[in-house]
């Protein structure tokens, strides 16, 4: 059948899918625009599974907190081009998803793909709905939350360089006073990117790895092996101070870690969680 252009140019309003695509799914339909856009959705269902073993490294970090600052999110939705990352259709479609993870706080990721994103979608049909209308890879790939219980502290979101790493803080006190030393110590986590809060949250498989690492490398400056032990120790407590965020110098002024900065802007008040999502 014949399909009229203002049809056409209707159904990629509505669904942002190339001219072509359009004509097609109208055909397919007899006309029809809900069976077009039902064309649509199969035709990105087929189009995800064609594109499942390419890379998606570009994308957006979303990080979102709620009006009382007790829980947030940080989520990121991956493509395969800078080109798409940047539009505004990727961007918003990123966002809808915070929204509904901020809104809902799922467990896990698999949880929140099998959010509904509207009446007839889940999250994850969406997906695979966009990566037709869009022509590549979409992936939502990561997602965390921080939920603190109420009167136990907030939660700090922070998004850097243009959507390219998304960081939630947890601090233990609560008020719009201490909103700005969250985000300085968000900033922290997302230039210096700290493996865990302090030492006692360093796994035992990041503490054997980094021993067996300090004894290989005073074995192979030559040390004695009676002061293997204790200097791949004195090396350990090293990775604690650069690799843990109280214990790292803070960023911003030197004269203090990240626990004394704290401390420096109210007695009592340090950091008691953080999440950190980035592109690649």
Known sequence: MAVAISAIKELRDMTGAGMGDCKKALEASGGDMEGAIDFLRKLGQKLSVKRADREAKEGVVIALNSHNRNKGIVLKLSCETDFVAKTDRFID?????????????PATLEALLALAYDADLTIMQKIQEQTGVMGEKVELASYASIVTAAGQGQVIPYIHAGYRAGVLVALNLEGTDLIEAGKNVAMQVAAMKPVALDKEGVSAEIIAREIEIGKEQARADGKPEA??????????????????????????????????YLQSEKKGLTATAFKHIALG
Do not use: P
């Open 227 to 260: 002061m293997i032990e204790k200097i791949a120790m004195g090396k350990l407590n090293a990775f604690y101070k650069e690799s843990t965020l109280l214990n790292q110098v803070y960023v911003k002024d030197k004269a203090f870690t990240v626990a004394t």
């Open 93 to 105: 479609l990123a966002k809808s998803f915070a929204e509904i993870a901020l809104q809902k706080t």
